[in-house]
Structure formats: C-alpha cells, structure tokens
C-alpha cells in the first residue's frame, strides 16, 4: 500500500504499512514527566492507542510543538517529532505538510502557547486549511511557568499574575477556530477516553486542518476547573452533546434541550416539556455557513464552566493550502520547464519572471 484508505481520506498520500502496530509500537523510551494526576497522562494514551488505527509507518507520522507542559508530547511518541518555538508550531507545521504531502501533520499545544504569543500564527493555519491536526490542550492556566493567568481564564480568576483577579474576558478557543473559518473544529475531554478518541478519529479522517480543544485538568495550578463535566452528579447537566444529524438535548433524562430563536439567531437552553419537541435544533456540522456552529459554541459558559457543548461542531470541506500551493509549483514547472536555483542565487540583483 502507499496511500491511505477510507476510513482516513484526509491523510491520502501518506504510506501505509501492513504491519500490524500496536500502542507499544508508538511509545518512546522516555520517561513520562507530567505532576501526577495531569490530564496530560490520559491523552498520551489516547493517541498511543488511536495511532495504530491509522496504518501509517511511523516515520510519516510528525508531532510539533511549541512550549509549555503539554509540549513535552513529541517526546513520548515514537514518531518523527520537533518541540519548537513557543507559540510557533502551527507555522512551522504549515511548512512541513506544505513540503511534504507524504505526512501526516499534529500540533499539540496548549491555551497559553496557542492563543497568546502563538495567537497569530493560530488563527492563519486555520484559515488557510493547512492539512494538519491540531490537538489543544485547555487547562485555563499557564502549568509551566507555575500557574500565571492564561488567555482562557474567567474573568476574577485569582492566580500568581493576577493576585486580585483577571479583569480580562476569556477567548473561547472554538469560537475562535469558527471565526477564523477552521473547517474542522471539535471539544472533547481528556478523561473520556472513547469520546476523545472517536474525535480523534473524525479528525484524522478530515482534510484540511482539524482543531480539537481538550479539556484537560491541571491538578496543581487550576484543579477542579472541569469537575461538572466530570462528576456523576453533574456531568449529564453540564454536557450538551453535539451529534451530527440529531436534535440537541442533554440532561440525565433527556430533560433539557437547545433552541434557535428565529429572530436573533441566538442559540438558548430550555426544558424540552416547555417547547414543541420539533423546536429543538437539529445540529448539522457539514453546515458550509458556519453561523449554527458559532452560535453553539457560545452556550460554553465563559465563568466556572458548568455547561458547555461537547463534540464536534464543523466538518466541511474546503480545497487545502498545502495542496494548492503544490498544485501551483506542479503547474509552473509544466509551463515554464524546471528553474535552476543554484544560477538564480549566483546571479546578479535582477531577473526577468516570465
């Protein structure tokens, strides 16, 4: 085999073995050095145990990051990997998968890496489609530097940068992604392992680039910050799920549900009993008009996060940059026939583009 099947249309291209893998296959020989009880633990063996169900040789697999605790990722796969420049892994990544189509691209990075110094570089990855995934890890702190506020910390929160409380509004990072037109974006969990894997999977199977928030626990900085989503006796309130093609409810029978007021748009929760069951939004993430998936993700409550929606909120496709890009050179050199570079670099200050 050289390229990859169904169910993995978005690595096509990249080779393929018939070895069979198992998570052994993609763990490294490094010791494994997070605080123990980090959600960073879970989802290593997340994706020690999903990449096996790629089919991919090891070798085309490549996992960059950038600088933080969940950075430390590339070292305990066995996988080509690069822990590289805070905040800049996502262009770094772009020029790997615009270089070579024969791999299969992974960021993994965390809220203050992405979505501070690394702000920029984020949000142009995604609206140039780049074919990668992008695995965000969103504990709402800064765990490296020893718990200083970070760009998705509530408003109030009390930390060592903020000793009477941020009076910053917080970035909801799928909001963020929607905005910036992501054609893949999706929220999961780092203590559910099936579901962070089922998305894991859709997000593999996508092309373009996929962008995946995980809610992961910092048990010594910011402990507790996703305990309703997490506690049995709040977990069924607290997750609205997002299941493409069903209507969204939510609660331990099913109780409540979600809405779209026709005059504003804007997305409600409300106790089914109280609606017409038929009033209740059908979620549709192939949706090419991204404004549904918006408003969803603003029902994530941006204080001590009781609620949010949980899954996968857009999944369209868009013709991809790296591809393009490729496309563009293919066609330059059939018309133009090959350039030489070595001349070019020695010639003098000028030179005539045909």
Same mark, same amino acid.
Request: net charge negative; aromatic share 6%; charged share 20%.
């Given at each position: 085999m050289t390229?990859? @099947?169904? &169910?993995?249309?978005?690595? %096509?291209? +990249? &080779?393929t073995t018939d070895e069979p893998q198992n998570r052994k296959d993609f763990s490294s020989d490094q010791e494994v050095r997070w605080c123990p009880g980090c959600g960073d633990y879970a989802v290593l063996a997340a994706v020690q145990g999903f990449l096996p169900d790629l089919g991919l040789r090891r070798e085309n697999i490549v996992f960059v990051s950038g600088i933080g605790c969940s950075s430390r990722f590339p070292y305990y796969l066995d996988t080509f990997g690069m822990h590289s420049i805070h905040g800049r892994a996502p262009a770094i990544a772009t020029g790997l998968a615009t270089t070579r189509s024969d791999l299969s691209v992974w960021v993994v990075t965390g809220d203050g890496d992405a979505l501070s110094i690394g702000g #920029?570089?984020?949000?142009?990855?995604?609206?140039? #489609?780049? #074919?990668? =995934?992008?695995?965000?890890f969103n504990n709402r702190i800064y765990g490296l530097t020893k718990g200083q506020y970070s760009p998705t910390s509530e408003t109030g929160k009390v930390t060592k940068s903020t000793p009477v409380g941020s +009076?910053? =509004?917080?970035? #909801? &990072?799928?909001s963020l992604a929607l905005g910036a037109e992501a054609t893949f974006v999706a929220r999961t969990l780092d203590s559910d392992r099936k579901h962070l894997t089922e998305v894991l999977r859709a997000s593999a199977a996508h092309r373009g680039t996929s962008l995946v928030e995980i809610y992961q626990n910092c048990p010594i900085f910011n402990d507790g910050a996703f305990d309703s989503f997490k506690d049995k006796d709040t977990r069924d309130d607290a997750i609205i799920p997002l299941r493409h093609g069903e209507p969204i409810r939510f609660g331990a029978e099913g109780q409540y549900g979600v809405v779209r007021e026709h005059t504003s748009g804007a997305f409600?929760?409300?106790? +089914?009993? @109280?609606?017409?069951e038929s009033e209740l939004?059908?979620?549709d !993430?192939?949706?090419?008009? !991204? %404004?549904a998936a918006f408003g969803? %993700?603003?029902? =994530? @409550?941006?204080?001590?996060?009781?609620?949010?929606?949980?899954?996968?909120?857009? $999944?369209?496709?868009? &013709?991809?940059? $790296?591809?393009?890009?490729r496309q563009q050179v293919a066609t330059a050199r059939e018309t133009s026939g090959a350039g030489d570079l070595a001349a070019l670099i020695a010639g003098g200050d000028a030179w005539t583009v045909n």
């Open positions: 390229t990859t @099947d169904l &169910p993995f249309p978005g690595l %096509s291209g +990249v &080779p #920029n570089h984020l949000i142009h990855a995604l609206r140039r #489609n780049v #074919n990668m =995934t992008i695995l965000l +009076v910053d =509004t917080p970035f #909801n &990072p799928v409600f929760a409300v106790e +089914v009993a @109280d609606v017409d939004h059908v979620h !993430a192939h949706a090419i008009d !991204a %404004s969803l %993700s603003r029902l =994530t @409550d941006a204080g001590h996060l009781h609620r949010a929606p949980i899954g996968i909120f857009r $999944d369209v496709d868009r &013709p991809t940059y $790296d591809d393009q890009a």
